[in-house]
């Protein structure tokens, strides 16, 4: 069974840092695309960032330049560190992972991933 736990999130001042950590179990996914996605309180879940299995990064524009995603294959853990925070990155920040090995796409849509974690949630004050 695969299971996804997110952790990292809190309360956080403009400006400041957090790390989001995401833990698999049930699966090793060293080959798998893994992302991380994020719901504000009445929007629609949106695409932040993504590590494809060979390592290459993509980005929302929203968070280029501030947020890098990063992972552990000898952990299965998936991590994003969150610098310059700003409050409208304020959300419920959930990690995904790709049934599919070796995709050779870029997903950046909910559609696109099929194991989620349960999220955690960052908020920015200004």
């Known amino acids: 069974q695969v299971q996804l736990v997110e952790s990292g999130g809190g309360l956080v001042q403009a400006g400041g840092s957090l790390r989001l950590s995401c833990a698999a179990s049930g699966r090793t996914f060293s080959s798998h695309d893994m992302g991380w996605f994020r719901q504000a309180p009445g929007k629609e879940r949106e695409f932040v960032a993504t590590?494809?299995?060979?390592?290459?990064?993509y980005y929302a524009d929203s968070v280029k330049g501030r947020f890098t995603i990063s992972r552990d294959n000898a952990k299965n853990t998936l991590y994003l560190q969150m610098n310059s925070l700003k409050p409208e990155d304020t959300a419920v920040y959930s990690c995904?992972?790709?049934?599919?090995?070796?995709?050779?796409?870029?997903?950046?849509?909910?559609?696109?991933?099929?194991?989620w974690g349960q999220g955690t949630q960052v908020t920015v004050s200004s």
């Open positions: 590590i494809r299995w060979r390592g290459d990064t």
């Open positions: 995904a992972v790709r049934a599919t090995a070796y995709s050779g796409g870029i997903y950046t849509t909910v559609t696109g991933y099929h194991y």
